[in-house]
T-cell receptor, first 111, second 113 residues
Framework: AQRVTQPEKLLSVFKGAPVELKCNYS??????LFWYVQYSRQRLQLLLR??SRESIKGFTADLNKGETSFHLKKPFAQEEDSAMYYC?????????????FGKGTKLTVNP | GAGVSQSPRYKVTKRGQDVALRCDPI?????LYWYRQALGQGPEFLTY????????KSGLPNDRFSAERPEGSISTLTIQRTEQRDSAMYRC???????????FGPGTRLTVL
């Protein structure tokens, strides 16, 4: 069964500090992992996906198949990064088309 | 350009009533998805369409829930005989194709009294 675990419900850091949002997944096939973000009063939007290997708004995430993890990192957090972050699994070629989401982590960046 | 739109944005209904939630995808998007998000949880898959064909309805919780997309564009999610446990945010997303980025609408907040 596909499962995504985000162990931290809340994460609070100070501006300029590094931040890491944890995500672990369970999937027997070849996974495709995503991070979605929801800023206050905005809709859910894609932040990054592992196949693109991009850095978006200073965030990066590396897929570690050995540890089944896809942690989101940023070296210097900004106040505008405060938001709800969701890690998601799928869809992948030949697999299910649906996205399986974690429960989310609320990030607060304090001034 | 216009993104995914959903209506109504808020719906309050009494237990036992039927509700219909509408999703208007981005023009040209082939795939359309419905998710439900309870408070404190992540979005949970309900069902998905390619054009007008319902490809997967494995996430629909029971037979009170149904969805259609008759002309391959606008979709309606219908909940019959609503119950309090149906209260949640219902999110719609669309994508250019099955394996492309899913763009989400603003959601419909359903409250069943």
């Amino acid at each position: 069964a596909q499962r995504v675990t985000q162990p931290e419900k809340l994460l609070s850091v100070f501006k300029g500090a590094p931040v890491e949002l944890k995500c672990n997944y369970s999937y027997s096939g070849s996974p495709e992992l995503f991070w979605y973000v929801q800023y206050s009063r905005q809709r859910l939007q894609l932040l990054l996906r592992h196949i693109s290997r991009e850095s978006i708004k200073g965030f990066t995430a590396d897929l570690n198949k050995g540890e089944t993890s896809f942690h989101l990192k940023k070296p210097f957090a900004q106040e505008e990064d405060s938001a709800m972050y969701y890690c998601a699994l799928g869809p992948s070629q030949g697999g299910s088309e649906k996205l399986v989401f974690g429960k989310g982590t609320k990030l607060t960046v304090n001034p | 350009g216009a993104g995914v739109s959903q209506s109504p944005r808020y719906k309050v209904t009494k237990r036992g009533q039927d509700v219909a939630l509408r999703c208007d995808p981005i023009s040209g998007h082939v795939s359309l998805y419905w998710y439900r998000q309870a408070l404190g949880q992540g979005p949970e898959f309900l069902t998905y369409f390619n054009y007008e064909a319902q490809q997967d309805k494995s996430g629909l919780p029971n037979d009170r829930f149904s969805a259609e997309r008759p002309e391959g564009s606008i979709s309606t999610l219908t909940i019959q005989r609503t119950e309090q446990r149906d209260s949640a945010m219902y999110r719609c997303a669309s994508s250019f194709g099955t394996y492309n980025e899913q763009f989400f609408g603003p959601g419909t907040r359903l409250t069943v009294l």
